[in-house]
């Protein structure tokens, strides 16, 4: 069993950072890619980026140069920084992993006011 949960989201001003945790646990060995996806309401969820267990990368084109995921394998956490955001980056941010199965956390909420 797997279990992923997320934290750091919360409110912050256009042009702010905010950095997202995901921490995982349970049989995550044979977890091989990570990522990060959100939804936004009345939208269906899309891709934010994606990391390899070694280490490879994948962004939304809307994300490249703002946004780095990153991991910490001796902590099997991930990470998500947000930089110069949005207010059309608000939307609840889901931790994704893949194995046989794809594995969702329950989501932190990201609003950028304006």
């Known amino acids: 069993q797997v279990q992923l949960v997320e934290s750091g989201g919360g409110l912050v001003q256009a042009g702010g950072s905010l950095r997202l945790s995901c921490a995982a646990s349970?049989?995550?060995?044979?977890?091989?890619?990570m990522g990060w996806y959100r939804q936004a309401p009345g939208k269906q969820r899309e891709l934010v980026a994606t990391?390899?267990?070694?280490?490879?990368?994948n962004y939304a084109d809307s994300v490249k140069g703002r946004f780095t995921i990153s991991r910490a394998n001796a902590k099997n956490t991930v990470y998500l920084q947000m930089n110069s955001l949005k207010p059309e980056k608000t939307a609840v941010y889901y931790c994704?992993?893949?194995?046989?199965?794809?594995?969702w956390g329950q989501g932190t909420q990201v609003t950028v006011s304006s």
């Open positions: 990391i390899t267990r070694g280490g490879s990368t």
């Open positions: 994704n992993g893949q194995d046989s199965y794809d594995h």
């Open positions: 349970g049989r995550i060995f044979s977890i091989n890619v």
